[in-house]
T-cell receptor, first 111, second 114 residues
Framework: QKEVEQNSGPLSVPEGAIASLNCTYSDRVSQSFFWYRQYSGKSPELIMSIYSNGDKEDGRFTAQLNKASQYVSLLIRDSQPSDSATYLCAVDEGGYQKVTFGTGTKLQVIP | EAGVAQSPRYKIIEKRQSVAFWCNPISGHATLYWYQQILGQGPKLLIQFQNNGVVDDSQLPKDRFSAERLKGVDSTLKIQPAKLEDSAVYLC????????????FGPGTRLLVL
């Protein structure tokens, strides 16, 4: 059974700080990695995808991937109260895009 | 561009009753997914369609759940008979194809089984 592990939180950070969200996965053949944001009572929406080792930046968001360590992270710079949500890590083993989601980390940004 | 449509948005039924959910994916999206999300957990894939063929239904409780995607467009998910533990949000998502593309989620159907 492929697993995607996340700390459920809540992770509390003050407004303006950097929030660091972490995810580990068990399947070494995984090829695509996604971070989805889910506000309470809403559906997940994609915020970042990453496919190769290293960092990928998009605005205040940076995704980091280390396939050797089977680890992917999401950094949110200058955290805002509107970033308060659950962040879901999703891993795709490739081929027929069999995506496995983690349980999510709840982020709280304190004004 | 219209998003993924789902109906109904909410459903309350008693255990042992039947229920059906409908999903219309984004136009042109070949891949359609049904997920079950229990409160406090991540989405769990129930079934994945590529056009009108099933790619993965390994986590679908086939004794009570069924799904179809006739004509490769919209899809229905049925539960018969429902159990208390089926209370969850049922999310439909679609993607352009099966090659690591972004999944776009519908608003979900919130099911409560009493």
């Amino acid at each position: 059974q492929k697993e995607v592990e996340q700390n459920s939180g809540p992770l509390s950070v003050p407004e303006g700080a950097i929030a660091s969200l972490n995810c580990t996965y068990s399947d070494r053949v995984s090829q695509s990695f996604f971070w989805y944001r889910q506000y309470s009572g809403k559906s997940p929406e994609l915020i970042m995808s990453i496919y190769s080792n290293g960092d990928k930046e998009d605005g205040r968001f940076t995704a980091q991937l280390n396939k050797a360590s089977q680890y992917v992270s999401l950094l949110i710079r200058d955290s805002q109260p509107s970033d308060s949500a659950t962040y879901l890590c999703a891993v795709d083993e490739g081929g027929y895009q069999k995506v496995t989601f983690g349980t999510g980390t709840k982020l709280q940004v304190i004004p | 561009e219209a998003g993924v449509a789902q109906s109904p948005r909410y459903k309350i039924i008693e255990k042992r009753q039947s229920v059906a959910f409908w999903c219309n994916p984004i136009s042109g999206h070949a891949t359609l997914y049904w997920y079950q999300q229990i409160l406090g957990q991540g989405p769990k894939l129930l079934i994945q369609f590529q056009n009108n063929g099933v790619v993965d239904d390994s986590q679908l409780p086939k004794d009570r759940f069924s799904a179809e995607r006739l004509k490769g467009v919209d899809s229905t998910l049925k539960i018969q008979p429902a159990k208390l533990e089926d209370s969850a949000v049922y999310l439909c998502a679609s993607s352009l194809d099966d090659r690591g593309e972004t999944q776009y989620f519908g608003p979900g159907t919130r099911l409560l089984v009493l």
